[in-house]
């Protein structure tokens, strides 16, 4: 292939800033390719916002026979838990066990079973789970995760919050992460790496030039609009896949997307130990509720069809009664609408693989590679859990119609701020409140999960808590504003309270104003640098 690269033309045109997007342009920028990455929005904006902040394999993907995601998912748990071990960190995962438990019936198991144990009509025998587990135990491989054991719920901290039907349980490992951070911290090390970040640009066309795809976008704030030179197309719109296919780069596809609504809600604290529960339902289904920025509790999530990626995922009504009433089966104090304080919801863009329901929809990501004339690659569905092997994997393909790549890189490379041990956390806390003694434990503990090593960098030569400028509101000051502006992309209040952080959760609706005026004062880099 003729060497078409120059000073005005890129290797790779990213549109979307989601994880996949931005996993890919670091992995890509990190080879030494030419990277430009175009998000309409804020980074993290739509799917990669709006999960239910897990690193898992899917225990439940078992059921459909999903091995090879599933695998992949374990293996890379703990790859990603040494990266990032300020947004990561492991978490124990209970199932109380009973005879009631249903299998969503649609699933391979399932109907299985219904075959060779017609008398078990749909239900989880406890042998079927514990054979689950040892595969999820085995299936990857483990060194710092424990396996699987069973828990007597009676008189144990577990079995304290759980209506007393619920005896026994089993209990397994899995992994948190902070998503919308995670994705932010990717595309600080593309930028690092020389990738080019636009955020607030759209992708107004993309058209075929030869061997060159000529990109015109335009800046959402200011109207600027923008030609661009590429070598090749990555199309990581998530929910909007489709329509870049369609109506912007104008591909003649049968490749389709289905959009899955994911809805969540955050309660107060409704327990007091540090372990998540899973609780099956009698539908099949499953969701989790999972202790959530130190005093709230994280319920979902749903599996609703959704038609339109433009029309903004809301948690319904009905979503919401759902959650509560599913949740209500096992605690044993109800929660109700009352005690929901935040709720959200996102748009999981599957590979239309023709499943009959949206819950047994793939989960496993799917690349294709459109190479008639400049070529793109269109990327469907993909998990939290394995972007970084989606990244390789398009590496792969890009490989395959650029040449020269150099080989992967990312596996075990930390990420911004992650560079310490995956059981160095508590250390890292004792240490900042050691070198800055007016931080609260509160205070430290939050620093050190966002920025790990690099909350030095935003407390500076502080001595004391006004050295850090305005205080708008639950810890968050003016010195880390200015860090968010200059350094992980942010540009207005909610970028920063629920993207950058949860502290959304804390701030009044006066905080949150307070700071969107601060940082339209100081909106460009090089105000936000004079701080």
Same mark, same amino acid.
């Given at each position: ?31 030494? %390719? $030419? ?26 993907? @078992? ?15 703990? $790859?990603?838990?040494? #990266? ?53 135990? =085995? ?22 919050? %759980? ?70 197309? +990555? ?11 369609? =109506? ?10 289905? %959009? +899955? ?17 899973? *609780? ?8 989790? #509720? ?7 509790? @994280? ?26 009433? *599913? ?19 996102? +748009?999981?863009? @599957? ?33 939290? $859990? ?23 890189? $990312? ?56 050295? @850090? ?12 504003? #200015? ?21 959304? %959760? ?16 100081? =909106? ?8």
């Amino acid at each position: 292939m003729t060497d078409l690269r120059d000073i005005s033309v890129t290797d790779l045109f990213i549109i979307g800033g989601g994880i996949n997007g931005c996993g890919i342009a670091r992995d890509a920028a990190g080879r030494g %390719l $030419t990277v430009t990455l175009a998000e309409m929005n804020d980074l993290a904006s739509a799917t990669s916002s709006a999960s239910t902040k897990l690193f898992h394999g899917g225990l439940r993907y @078992l059921e459909y026979f999903e091995f090879r995601l599933v695998r992949e998912a374990l293996i890379e748990r703990e $790859t990603l838990l040494r #990266a990032m071990p300020h947004i990561s960190w492991p978490m124990r995962f209970i199932i109380p066990y009973h005879e009631d438990m249903r299998f969503e019936s649609e699933t391979p198991t399932s109907r299985l079973l219904s075959i060779v144990m017609p008398w078990m009509k749909g239900r989880r025998p406890r042998w079927l789970i514990r054979l689950g587990l040892f595969m999820y135990d =085995n299936l990857g491989g483990r060194e710092i995760l424990p396996g699987a054991s069973s828990l007597q719920l009676r008189g144990s901290p577990e079995g304290a919050p %759980l209506d007393d039907r619920f005896e026994k349980a089993f209990e397994y490992s899995d992994c948190w992460v902070e998503d919308s951070r995670l994705v932010v911290l990717n595309a600080r090390d593309a930028a690092a790496h020389g990738a080019q970040v636009m955020t607030r640009t759209k992708v107004l066309s993309a058209t075929r030039e030869g061997n060159i795809w000529r990109v015109e976008t335009k800046d959402t704030e200011t109207g600027e609009t923008r030609e661009h030179r590429a070598r090749m197309l +990555v199309n990581a719109g998530g929910p909007w896949v489709g329509n870049l296919i369609q =109506n912007t780069v104008r591909l003649n596809s049968t490749e389709g997307v289905r %959009l +899955v609504r994911g809805s969540h809600i955050v309660t107060r604290r409704l327990y007091d130990h540090d372990k998540c529960y899973f *609780f099956q339902g009698t539908d099949g289904r499953i969701i989790f #509720a999972i202790p959530y920025e130190t005093d709230f509790t @994280l319920i979902g999530t749903t599996d609703a069809e959704h038609h339109d990626p433009d029309v903004r995922p809301e948690c319904t009504p009905e979503e919401r009664q759902y959650l509560l009433d *599913f949740a209500n089966q096992y605690f044993k104090q109800d929660i109700g609408e009352d005690d929901i304080v935040w709720s959200y919801s996102g +748009v999981r863009p @599957l590979y239309d693989d023709g499943a009959s329901s949206a819950t047994a929809a793939t989960r496993d990501y799917t690349l294709k590679v459109d190479a008639n004339g400049a070529p793109v690659l269109n990327i469907f569905g993909g998990k939290i $859990t394995t972007y970084r092997r989606l990244a390789e994997s398009a590496m792969d393909k890009i490989g395959a119609e650029l040449g020269g790549i150099k080989d992967n890189w $990312t596996a075990g490379v930390p990420l911004p701020g992650g560079d310490f041990p995956v059981d160095g956390f508590e250390t890292q806390v004792s240490d900042l409140k050691n070198t800055y003694p007016f931080l609260s434990n509160f205070w430290a503990r939050r620093l050190v999960r966002a920025y790990g090593t690099e909350a030095r960098f935003i407390l500076g030569t502080a001595e004391t808590a006004s050295d @850090l400028g305005q205080d708008f509101g639950a810890t968050l000051t003016e010195a880390e504003l #200015a860090w968010l502006m200059k350094q992980e992309f942010a540009r207005t209040a909610q970028d920063v309270v629920w993207r950058r952080s949860k502290l959304g %959760l804390r701030l009044s609706t006066e905080e949150i104003a307070a700071i969107d005026d601060w940082m339209v004062r100081h =909106n460009s880099p090089a105000k936000a640098a004079a701080i």
